[in-house]
């Protein structure tokens, strides 16, 4: 039977004394769908890359008393920065893409829109997604074993994402199979240890030539994965996979 652990948001802060007071929707699955007693141990990770242990010490209307008996930082699973741009693509993919991306060590998700992207959110409805895939993201830590949780960035406009400061390595997938390809790339040159990484997905259209010329002129290596061509939802996981066993994570 699969352990259950639960996300302690940082709002809920352990007194000195050990205790912490658990509630709104982790509170209600504690009490209603696990029915946890009073004395019950319980897991808890901090999202900032603390596990936690705890004891239960009273169940109250729509909260819980924990008395926090062990706090742990173990290694980190991910030693790699990478960040993942994705178009977004059509329908519930962006649903698959930020479990999956979540699942192999994403550190930031950035959203984004190109020129053949077909979703036109209006602002409201963007927010509503932007806070699902964090929902998305946080039941995907629980479930992976992850102690921090991936950062999920408001949607951006093309020309915003090939502005991110900040990342060494910029790469960007192309469709075309004449362009370097990805095991080429990272087999020619030496990628610094803990190197932040930004790769850029683009939607089911692929990216325009003049999104790769402004790529380029932005510092990005367009890279590809051969003549085969992948639904955009499937490509995120074999980067990240990819580049996890070629840049020293497959142990």
């Given at each position: ?28 699955h ?20 603390r ?51 979540t ?13 053949r ?33 991936p ?6 406009k ?21 362009e ?13 240890s ?5 790769v850029l ?17 932005k ?15 499937t ?5 990240l996979?990819i ?9």
């Amino acid at each position: 039977m699969t352990s259950h652990r639960f996300y302690l948001d940082p709002k809920h802060e352990i007194s000195p004394d050990g205790r912490v007071t658990i509630s709104g929707s982790e509170a209600a699955h504690l009490a209603a769908s696990l029915r946890k007693k009073p004395g019950d141990q319980i897991s808890f990770f901090d999202g900032q890359g603390r596990n936690l242990t705890g004891r239960i010490e009273a169940i109250q209307p729509g909260r819980i008393l924990v008395v926090i008996e062990d706090i742990s930082a173990p290694v980190q699973n991910f030693h790699l920065i990478i960040s993942l741009g994705q178009a977004i693509p059509k329908g519930s993919k962006m649903d698959k893409i930020v479990r999956e991306a979540t699942e192999l060590g994403a550190a930031n998700i950035f959203p984004f829109v190109s020129a053949r992207t077909i979703p036109r959110l209006p602002e409201n409805r963007s927010r509503e997604k932007t806070e699902r895939w964090r929902r998305i993201a946080l039941a995907a830590s629980k479930q992976s074993g992850r102690v921090e949780i991936p950062e999920i960035h408001g949607t951006l406009k093309f020309a915003e994402i090939v502005e991110l400061p900040g990342y060494d390595c910029r790469l960007l997938l192309s469709e075309y199979p004449d362009e370097t390809s990805l095991y080429e790339y990272l087999h020619s040159r030496k990628i610094p240890s803990g190197s932040p990484l930004l790769v850029l997905i683009g939607p089911e259209g692929g990216f325009g030539h003049e999104e790769v010329a402004l790529a380029r002129a932005k510092g990005f290596i367009p890279v590809s994965l051969g003549s085969q061509v992948l639904r955009t939802e499937t490509v995120a996981p074999v980067i990240l996979g990819i580049l996890r066993y070629e840049l020293g994570e497959h142990s």
